[in-house]
C-alpha cells in the first residue's frame, strides 16, 4: 500500500521559516510528478508549488521567491522550504504524487499538515 506522510508543519511568527517534509512509502516503482498544495477552510485547494522527476520547479504567484521545493529520488521524499512566513500562509498543506506502483498506479495524497503563522 502506497502512503504519503508529511511532517513539518506548526506555529510560527510572521517572518519566520518553517520547513514541511513529505515521504512515500509502500510498493513503488515510479514517482513522478510531485506536488504541495493548501486548502484554507471554504475555499478550493491551491497549488502551491510542483516539482517534476528532473527536477523542474513551478510556483503559485503568492510564494515565488520565498518558498523552495526539492526532491530526493532516492529517498523518495519531497521538501517545502517556506521562508518569510506570513499570515496568509496559514492553512492546512497537503502533499501529492502521481506514482507508478503497486496495488494502483494514480495520484495519491498525504494527510495534511497544518501550518499557523502567527504573532
Known amino acids: 500500500q502506497v502512503q504519503l506522510v508529511e511532517s513539518g508543519g506548526g506555529l510560527v511568527q510572521p517572518g519566520g521559516s518553517l520547513r514541511l517534509s513529505c515521504a512515500a512509502s509502500g510498493s513503488i516503482f515510479v514517482i513522478n510528478r510531485m506536488a504541495w498544495y493548501r486548502q484554507a477552510p471554504g475555499k478550493q485547494r491551491e497549488l502551491v508549488a510542483v516539482?517534476?522527476?528532473?527536477?523542474?520547479?513551478n510556483y503559485a504567484d503568492s510564494v515565488k521567491g520565498r518558498f523552495a521545493i526539492s526532491r530526493d529520488n532516492a529517498e523518495n521524499t519531497m521538501n517545502l522550504q517556506m521562508n518569510s512566513l506570513k499570515p496568509e500562509d496559514t492553512t492546512v498543506y497537503y502533499c501529492?504524487?502521481?506514482?507508478?506502483?503497486?496495488?494502483?498506479?494514480?495520484?495519491?495524497w498525504g494527510q495534511g499538515t497544518q501550518v499557523t503563522v502567527s504573532s
Open positions: 501529492s504524487a502521481d506514482i507508478t506502483g503497486w496495488p494502483r498506479n494514480g495520484n495519491y
Open positions: 516539482i517534476d522527476s528532473s527536477g523542474i520547479t
